[in-house]
T-cell receptor, first 111, second 114 residues
Framework: GNSVTQMEGPVTLSEEAFLTINCTYT??????LFWYVQYPGEGLQLLLK?????DKGSNKGFEATYRKETTSFHLEKGSVQVSDSAVYFC??????????FGTGTKLQVIP | EPEVTQTPSHQVTQMGQEVILRCVPI?????FYWYRQILGQKVEFLVS????????KSEIFDDQFSVERPDGSNFTLKIRSTKLEDSAMYFC????????????FGPGTRLLVL
């Protein structure tokens, strides 16, 4: 079945450091791919998405490119801020209703 | 910007009691979902709902769970006889169409079963 694997956390970075959170997926067909973010004590917010191969999703300085050949959708940001501290979930929508989430990666950014 | 809302934000209940979690999806959306997140674990799909019937459900969604759209705006999840292991954050989501459409999530209801 469809699944999402993302790097284990927590990830601790200093402010202004470069961020990469790895995500790979398995799917039949061509899913849409998403990154959701969950700030402490809050719900899930859509951060960015890509719906087909080679699409790049971007938002708030975060980017991820849909790589069909490597079945990956890694999240990157050039310079993280303390306010980026949150849990990041990679997810896919396989075309039949449910979103499948990864386990989440906790990011802590220290000043 | 339209958003999904959920009530209550927190609910504490005794084991064996019934709870109803409420959601108001985005108004022009046609597909509705419930997910749950046990503390520290991944978000898991429970059920999807379209045209007043369940269209898919997971193995978690057993007979103690039910969903309903009682009117034109609300979408509810009922847990008939709560167990300790039902303690989790429950998220409602909605989407405009079905195929590969983005699901928008509500802020969640944190349920604690004692």
């Amino acid at each position: 079945g469809n699944s999402v694997t993302q790097m284990e956390g927590p990830v601790t970075l200093s402010e202004e450091a470069f961020l990469t959170i790895n995500c790979t997926y398995t799917a039949t067909g061509y899913p849409s791919l998403f990154w959701y973010v969950q700030y402490p004590g809050e719900g899930l917010q859509l951060l960015l998405k890509a719906t087909k191969a080679d699409d790049k999703g971007s938002n708030k300085g975060f980017e991820a490119t849909y790589r069909k050949e490597t079945t990956s959708f890694h999240l990157e940001k050039g310079s993280v801020q303390v306010s980026d501290s949150a849990v990041y979930f990679c997810a896919q929508s396989g075309g039949y209703q449910k979103v499948t989430f990864g386990t989440g990666t906790k990011l802590q950014v220290i000043p | 910007e339209p958003e999904v809302t959920q009530t209550p934000s927190h609910q504490v209940t005794q084991m064996g009691q019934e709870v109803i979690l409420r959601c108001v999806p985005i108004s022009n959306h046609l597909y509705f979902y419930w997910y749950r997140q046990i503390l520290g674990q991944k978000v898991e799909f429970l059920v999807s709902f379209y045209n007043n019937e369940i269209s898919e459900k997971s193995e978690i969604f057993d007979d103690q769970f039910s969903v309903e759209r009682p009117d034109g705006s609300n979408f509810t999840l009922k847990i008939r006889s709560t167990k300790l292991e039902d303690s989790a954050m429950y998220f409602c989501a909605s989407s405009e169409t079905l195929y590969q459409e983005t699901q928008y999530f509500g802020p969640g209801t944190r349920l604690l079963v004692l």
